[in-house]
C-alpha cells in the first residue's frame, strides 16, 4: 500500500515532484486548498509538510489521526504545537539549514544599510529628487566592533564576511567552544555585557527560546555605546520592542536594521515611524535558492520519514537532534541510513546490532546506537519499533545491543554499523564532511565513497577481468542506466562494487547479476 504524504502549503515544485516520482507515495498536493476544508483530507495521512499559513493545532492533529511525521519547510515552527504532537505520537522536524546563506547576505545587507543609510539617500534622491550629499555621510565598517551573539550556522558566517570588511568580530556564545571563534582569530566575549559595553554593531543569531525571548531589553541597551547600531534578522522578539523604540527616540540607536517583528505582518509597528531605520519583511529565506533548497530538503525529509528510514532534524525525539552538538545531527541522520542500509543485506532474523565510533562523536555513541537499531529494524518492524521502545523491543527479540569507542583511524569522525544474523554480518563505516556532507567508507572492510541516497546494487565479486563490463552488459540488456559505479578491492582476490541506479530493479535482473560466474552476492538496496 503507498505511503500517503500531503503538501499543505506551497512549496518550489523542485521539491514536490520529488514526491510525484515516488512509486511507493500518494501524494495530496494541497497547498491551494482553504484551510478549513484542508483538514478534511488528513484522515489517512501518514507524513504532512507545511509552512507558516498552516497551524498544526490539537484540530489539525486530530484529523489526521494516522499522521507519524511532520516536516514544517522552514525553521520556525511557532506555528507547530509540538506538545500536542508528542502526545499523539508525531514527530515534528524542521529544515533548518537550507536558508542558511539567504539569511547571512541579508544580515549582511542589513549592516551595510547601518552604516551607509542607502534606504534613506536612495529614496531622498528617487522619490524627493533631492541631491543633498551633505545630509548622507556614514560610518566605515574597517575597524569597527561587530558584537556576534549567536555563533552557530549563520551567526559564524555573518562574522567571517564581516571580518572580510576589516571589522574587529568579539563573539558570544556560551555553548560552542571557545576555539570555533579563535580559530578564526576572532575575540571570545566571556559575557553578554562585553559584547554590550564593546559592540559599536551588535547582530543577533541565538533560536528564540525562553533563555533568548528578551534578552536585549532597557537594561541592557543602557549599557551600550551611545551611538550603536543593531541588527536583527533572526527572530522576533530577541531585542524587546520598547526598547528599540527608546534607543532610536533617544539617539542611543543610530540605526537599527530589522527583518523580524514580535508579531507580523508588522504593518502597523511602532518601529517604522522611525527615520534612522532599514526594515524589510522577514525575507531572510526569501531567495530563489534558499526556497529551491527548503522545498527539496522538505520533500527528502518527508520521503524517508514515510519509508522509515530516518528522521532528520527531529525536535521531540526522546533523544532531541536539538539538545545534541550541531556536528552531531548529521550523524543521526546518516547511521539509520548506514543501518538501513545493512539491513536490506540482511536476509534472515538479526542476532545483533553494534556500533562503533572514533573522534568527538564517540562520546554520543549510546544515543546513536539507538537511531541504528531503529534504522536497522524498521523494516522489519515497522511502526512496532520507534525511538522510545526500540532498546525494550531489541531484547524482547533477543537482539544484542552494543557500542565501541575506536581510536582514530584517519576520519575526524566515524561511524560504523555492523549487523549480525546466524550465518553471516555486514557492516557499513561513514563520516560527514564539512557540515552535512554524508558519505558511506566502507562496506564489509572494502573501501569506498559514496553518497548515502538512491537506487544501488552491492555487488561482490571474485577479482578477475571482465566482470564490469558482465555488469554493465546485464544492465544495458535491460534499460538500466548506470548513474555511478564505486569500486573497492581488498587485495586478496576480491572486488565489491556500489552501482548507482537512475531506476530500480526487478528480481529478473539481480538474478542474472547473482548468475554471474565471479559473483560472490548481488543485493539491490534503497536509501
Known sequence: MKKKIIVCDAILDEG??????????????????????????LSDVEVAITRSSTDVDEKFLQAAPKLKALIRAGVGVDNVDINAASKQGVIVMNVPTANTIAAVELSLAHLLCAARSFVNAHNQLKQERKWQREKWYGIELKDKVLGVIGFGNIGSRVAIRAKAFGMK??????????????????????SLDEILTQSDFITIHTPKTTETKGMIGLNELAKMKDGVRLINCARGGLYTEEALCEGLKSGKIAWLGIDVFDKEPATNNPLLDFENISVTAHLGANTLESQRNIAIQA??????????????????????????????APYVELVSKMAFLCSQMQKTAITSIKLEAEGAVAEYAKSLLTFASVGALKNILGDSINYVNAEFVCKEKGIELG???????????????KI????????????????????????????????????????????????????????????????????????????????????????????????????????????
Open 403 to 417: 557500542f565501541e569507542v575506536l581510536p582514530n583511524s584517519g576520519y575526524n569522525n566515524k561511524i560504523s554499523v
Open 16 to 41: 514536490v515532484e520529488f514526491l510525484r516520482k515516488a512509486e511507493d507515495i500518494e501524494l495530496i498536493e494541497a497547498a491551494k486548498v482553504p484551510k478549513d476544508e484542508l483538514l478534511t483530507k
Open 420 to 527: 549480525s544474523t546466524a550465518n553471516s554480518s555486514f557492516s557499513v563505516s561513514g563520516t560527514v564532511f564539512e557540515e552535512n556532507n554524508q558519505r558511506i567508507v566502507s562496506l564489509n572492510g572494502f573501501k569506498t565513497d559514496f553518497k548515502p541516497k538512491g537506487k544501488m546494487i552491492i555487488f561482490k565479486n571474485k577479482d578477475i577481468p571482465g566482470v564490469i563490463a558482465a555488469i554493465s552488459g546485464i544492465l544495458a540488456q535491460n534499460h538500466i542506466n548506470i548513474a555511478d559505479f564505486r569500486l573497492g578491492r581488498d587485495g586478496s582476490g576480491y572486488a565489491l562494487a556500489v552501482i548507482l541506479l537512475d531506476e530500480k530493479i526487478d528480481k529478473k535482473v539481480l538474478d542474472e547479476l547473482n548468475g554471474l560466474e565471479a559473483c560472490v552476492y548481488a543485493y539491490y538496496a534503497e536509501l
Open 299 to 328: 520533500c527528502e525529509q518527508a520521503l524517508n520519514a514515510a519509508r522509515n528510514i530516518a528522521f532528520a532534524n527531529a525536535l521531540n525525539l526522546p533523544i532531541k537532534t536539538e539538545d545534541l552538538p550541531p556536528f552531531i
Open 169 to 190: 568580530i568579539l563573539a558570544y556564545d556560551p555553548y560552542v567552544p571557545h576555539s570555533k571563534i579563535t580559530d578564526l582569530d576572532m575575540k571570545v566575549a566571556k
